[in-house]
């Protein structure tokens, strides 16, 4: 059985922030790697970080297997709001994988 190569485009949009190489990096490495896991396709997901005064907030919306999926974390470090979206993101694509395969009886 060969593996399967799905690509996945992180396409980023940043609000007061700057634009850094190791948040673009970041970002990108830690939300391919999270929607690679569940994808059966090729995916294009839209990431917007803003920062509004001691509030940093990492946001989400890709369309993947007849589904949309949105997400939204916010803490005061652009980091952990990222770490904890990957977290909540992870939680919804398994609970629809788990839909998909699940045999109802």
Partial sequence: ???NHK???VSLTFRNT???EPLKTYVSEKFTHCIK???HQDTEAHVVLTVEKNRHIAEISFHMDGA???GKEESAD???SIDALVGSLT???RKHKERLTSHHK
């Fill in 1 to 3: 059985m060969t593996e």
């Fill in 7 to 9: 690509a996945v485009h």
């Fill in 18 to 20: 700057e634009a850094t």
């Fill in 37 to 39: 896991k569940f994808a």
């Fill in 68 to 70: 949309d999926f949105k």
């Fill in 78 to 80: 652009l980091y952990a």
């Fill in 91 to 93: 939680q919804q694509l």
